[in-house]
């Protein structure tokens, strides 16, 4: 059968119009980087802390030199729930700005966060931390989770007193709470204006009802609060926090 000739002029033309367009120019991809490191989370009373430190380079090795901010997701879930892969329903909890963190503290380079939205007992709760470019594309996400139990009760009467290069704490003990095991005590403490420290002063759990702070210096007031360090189950919590106390700058000695 033939083919009529403005048929196969209106063919060869196409052809030729395929073969001489180029296709728009691929971008150059730049590195993303690589996952937030040291990612934890731990229960404070009836908040949870969430803690993580900067990747150093990007996927591919290379210093990361564009990051704009880390993206905090997160999601509730069922702890009996043996697929939580299979519905991820994570949902921005909020962006951090490594330049202005705002009340997210930073300690030695590490970030520490605080959620107190909407926790219940009972439920479990998974973090996901993503660091993110400038360009907006997130670096590989890093991922963490625990449940969520009821907060035990804060020790009380948390006094103070100023000595001779140091302050002396005492709290009175906190009673047994059913399947939990005490484990001790942890002791934080604020300088001067800002804010209680998410990081307790003392790196293990205070075995009695006493700690002497000799870190002070008689430039600077200081308050402190207690919590009750437990474990249950396997998972360690921390109780509210005690009444706060302070000492002034001239009350040191």
């Known amino acids: ?56 380079n990007n996927q591919d090795g290379t210093p990361i030199t564009d990051l704009d901010h880390f993206a905090v997701y997160r999601m509730s879930y069922d702890p009996a729930d043996d697929c939580l892969e299979c519905r991820d329903t994570s949902a921005l909890l909020r962006d951090v700005d490594p330049d202005f963190p705002g009340d997210v503290q930073v300690v030695n380079g590490r970030y520490l966060l605080i959620d107190r939205q909407e926790l ?5 709760y998974q973090y996901r931390v993503s660091a993110v470019t400038v360009g907006g594309y997130p670096g590989v996400p890093a991922k963490v989770r625990r449940p969520y139990l009821q ?17 002396r704490l005492k709290w009175q003990p906190v009673k047994p709470v059913e399947g939990m ?63 706060l106390v302070t000492v002034p ?4 000695q």
Not at 120 to 124: I, K, P
Not at 154 to 164: F, G, I, R, V, Y
Not at 207 to 223: A, E, K, L
Request: aromatic fraction near 6%.
């Open 120 to 124: 219940l007992a009972g439920r479990g």
């Open 249 to 252: 700058a001239d009350g040191l």
């Open 1 to 56: 059968m033939l083919i009529r000739t403005p048929v196969l002029i209106l063919i060869c033309g196409l052809l030729l119009s395929a073969c001489g367009h180029k296709a728009a120019p691929r971008p150059l991809l730049k590195p993303l980087p690589k996952a937030v490191e040291d990612l934890s989370v731990r229960q404070l009373g009836a908040a949870m802390r969430v803690s993580w430190q900067a990747p150093k």
């Open 151 to 167: 907060p035990p009760m804060a020790p009380k009467e948390l006094s103070a007193t100023s000595l001779k290069r140091f302050i």
């Open 181 to 243: 095991t005490l484990l001790g005590y942890h002791l934080y403490r604020a300088t001067g204006s800002a804010p209680l420290a998410l990081l307790p002063l003392n790196a293990t759990p205070e075995q009695g009802t006493g700690y002497d702070d000799f870190t002070i210096s008689g430039s600077n007031s200081y308050r402190y609060a207690v919590r009750a360090v437990w474990k249950r189950d396997g998972t360690e919590l921390e109780s509210e926090l005690s009444n």
